[in-house]
């Protein structure tokens, strides 16, 4: 069936950001979409599913300037097992720098992945202080390149954008500060124990 499947490949996928933004674009998608989240036991379920999509967007966070590892374990099934007709992978990622540049790395490996695997490399959105910018008045802008990136893929052109809040870094490495050290003491944690490698556990 033609349709996009929206894939939230967020190691917490219930509760993330990346959730969030696949919601605003079924939103604002003309297309009909389905909202599937990766679980380290459902890869073959998604890879059938998948069949007779014509299209599938990835929505991620960067995570060490790459793939998070859930969904890196999900692509090493896909290719495995690759749909028929092949589809076209278009993506959703954000980061916590500012600057939505530092994505671009996380975008040559989905469009290596797409080579090696026959799909087709769509249409691409990269979001800079992407935890946070949702929370501000800057919120529109992403809502409008959301808007932007569903009637691209719904049309079947392949464009990209960019798009963060417009402040200085000094305003925004102040802001995420407070921000991060807030959010850390509404769940008991304090600004020592974020500091250390402990913070995962």
């Not at 959703?92 to 671009?104: R, T």
Request: glycine share 8%.
């Amino acid at each position: 069936m033609a349709g996009i499947m929206i894939l939230n490949g967020s190691p917490r996928a219930p509760r993330s950001n990346s959730k969030k933004y696949a919601a605003l674009f079924a939103q604002a998608c003309p297309a009909e979409t389905v909202y599937r989240e990766i679980t380290r036991g459902n890869h073959g379920t998604l890879c059938r599913e998948i069949e007779g999509f014509s299209d599938l967007l990835l929505v991620f966070p960067l995570y060490a300037d790459g793939i998070p590892v859930t969904l890196l374990r999900f692509l090493k099934a896909l290719e495995a097992a690759p749909p028929s007709p092949r589809l076209t992978v278009s993506m959703m990622v954000n980061c916590g720098f500012l600057e939505p540049g530092q994505n671009d790395t996380v975008v040559e490996m989905i469009r290596l992945f797409c080579e090696k695997s026959g799909c087709r490399f769509g249409s691409v959105l990269e979001i800079g202080s992407g935890e946070a910018i949702l929370e501000t008045p800057f919120a529109g802008m992403v809502r409008r390149k959301i808007g932007k990136l569903a009637d691209s893929i719904a049309r079947g052109t392949r464009r990209s954008w960019k798009v963060t809040m417009p402040l200085p870094k000094r305003w925004f490495i102040r802001a995420s500060t407070a921000y991060w050290e807030s959010y850390g003491k509404r769940n008991g944690v304090t600004k020592e124990q974020m500091a250390t490698m402990e913070i995962e556990k």
